[in-house]
T-cell receptor, first 117, second 112 residues
Framework: AQKITQTQPGMFVQEKEAVTLDCTYD???????LFWYKQPSSGEMIFLIY??????QNATEGRYSLNFQKARKSANLVISASQLGDSAMYFC??????????????FGGGTRLMVKP | EPEVTQTPSHQVTQMGQEVILRCVPISNHLYFYWYRQILGQKVEFLVS????????KSEIFDDQFSVERPDGSNFTLKIRSTKLEDSAMYFC??????????FGPGTRLTVT
């Protein structure tokens, strides 16, 4: 089974509107974390937001918030007030375990977001 | 704002040649990673490095690959004998005391 599933290969959103990018995950480890990264056409991977499995509140970073629903194993990214510069690929990723030696990330297939003026 | 840097930005090499990709991590970060992304595909983990040794590696990271941190600053990925299927974007990522991993801009490797 896929560890990270992003079911929306592409999405359009009107500028200034909010958009939700879906991510579901699969793990049996009680300690894990979910990440979202943005990859513009230039290719770099930009860290957006992180949510740990034990965090009581949903993570927020500026216009980005993570809608974490643990029972449903979903970690959707919400972008408020979309801007043209938000057009990019968005990747959801997960780390598992409490390793003191670092945690590899497993990535989903990504969602391409296109913001319309 | 501190950032991860990678050199070169683009490397073209012939099949069978050795390549070394370099990364300068964010100062004081403790954990270092290499990932790769074949064009149009998802990002894949290669290897993690902590306390001067490999802590995890994937099936992709076979004997043709090696990593080291020779001078306490640079973190390098060596591919001993490149194959056509090694063509990809290679990302270095580093992590401090939190779980957040910050990626460098990537090195696009093209094997001809």
């Amino acid at each position: 089974a896929q560890k990270i599933t992003q079911t929306q290969p592409g999405m359009f959103v009107q500028e200034k509107e909010a958009v939700t990018l879906d991510c579901t995950y699969d793990t049996s480890d009680p300690s894990y974390g979910l990440f979202w990264y943005k990859q513009p056409s230039s290719g770099e991977m930009i860290f957006l937001i992180y949510q740990g499995s034990y965090d009581q509140q949903n993570a927020t970073e500026g216009r980005y918030s993570l809608n974490f629903q643990k029972a449903r194993k979903s970690a959707n990214l919400v972008i408020s007030a979309s801007q043209l510069g938000d057009s990019a690929m968005y990747f959801c990723a997960m780390r598992e375990g409490r390793s003191n030696a670092g945690n590899m990330l497993t990535f989903g297939g990504g969602t391409r977001l296109m913001v319309k003026p | 704002e501190p950032e991860v840097t990678q050199t070169p930005s683009h490397q073209v090499t012939q099949m069978g040649q050795e390549v070394i990709l370099r990364c300068v991590p964010i100062s004081n970060h403790l954990y270092f990673y290499w990932y790769r992304q074949i064009l149009g595909q998802k990002v894949e983990f290669l290897v993690s490095f902590y306390n001067n040794e490999i802590s995890e590696k994937s099936e992709i990271f076979d004997d043709q690959f090696s990593v080291e941190r020779p001078d306490g600053s640079n973190f390098t990925l060596k591919i001993r004998s490149t194959k056509l299927e090694d063509s990809a974007m290679y990302f270095c990522a580093t992590q401090g005391i939190s779980y957040e991993q910050y990626f460098g801009p990537g090195t696009r490797l093209t094997v001809t």
